[in-house]
């Protein structure tokens, strides 16, 4: 690697020392940001979290009682009532980076057609299971949103670390180092540029 020691090439690492303290700077901010920005959503998850899993739960036990009232037949039924789910995935950006936005469309058209069974013909826990489950489904994808964007935060701030760590351990160190070299060899070129000049000077007045 060739190395140019000479005043304008100092200026030149001087100023790239500058630009790289001040972006990793920036970067600080947005790791910053990220943390602040995800631990506010992470909040929001486990509180997501627990009623999710409080529903699959009570869901879990509805579905074991059905059956034993009503017979898998009765599952099977609301199974063939249920009308395909339209999906909507929205890609939305924060801070430097995307992530989807899940939200289904017409919730209550579905749980309308699962109530459409005589609750003449089954159990008490048929119409508490539907309900549950009509409940699960509004969480269900708030849920899954939020896992999503939990998990692009952690990518979008490893990757931020990364580069603040590249330009503290790595860059940064280098341009400095350098720095100190093209220091030290102006520093030593016009030293010996003194001592000749003062060399000469002596014996010109000796002449």
Do not use: H
């Not at 997501?48 to 739960?57: D, V």
């Not at 109530?115 to 159990?123: G, H, I």
């Not at 826990?125 to 489950?133: A, D, V």
């Not at 990518?155 to 860059?171: A, F, G, H, M, P």
């Amino acid at each position: 690697m060739s190395f140019s020691a000479t005043r304008d090439r100092l200026l030149e690492v001087s100023s790239q020392i500058g630009n790289v303290t001040f972006g990793k700077g920036l970067l600080e901010k947005k790791r910053d940001a990220l943390m602040r920005s995800m631990e506010g959503e992470k909040k929001k998850f486990k509180s997501i979290k627990k009623e999710f899993n409080l529903l699959c739960s009570q869901i879990s036990t509805l579905y074991g009682l059905v059956r034993a009232y009503d017979g898998a037949e009765a599952i099977q039924l609301l199974g063939l009532q249920r009308s395909p789910l339209t999906l909507f995935a929205v890609k939305e950006s924060i801070l430097g980076f995307s992530y989807t936005d899940f939200s289904p469309k017409s919730l209550d058209e579905r749980t309308k057609l699962s109530m459409a069974m005589d609750p003449a013909l089954v159990s008490i826990y048929m119409e508490e299971l539907l309900f549950f489950i009509s409940k699960c489904e509004s969480v269900l994808w708030e849920y899954v949103t939020l896992k999503g964007k939990i998990q692009a935060f952690e990518r979008e701030l490893k990757k931020t670390n990364l580069k603040i760590n590249t330009l503290e351990y790595s860059l940064l160190p280098s341009l400095i180092q350098e720095r100190r070299r093209i220091m030290e060899t102006i520093s030593e070129r016009e030293r010996q540029e003194r001592f000749s000049i003062k060399k000469l000077t002596k014996k010109k007045r000796r002449a």
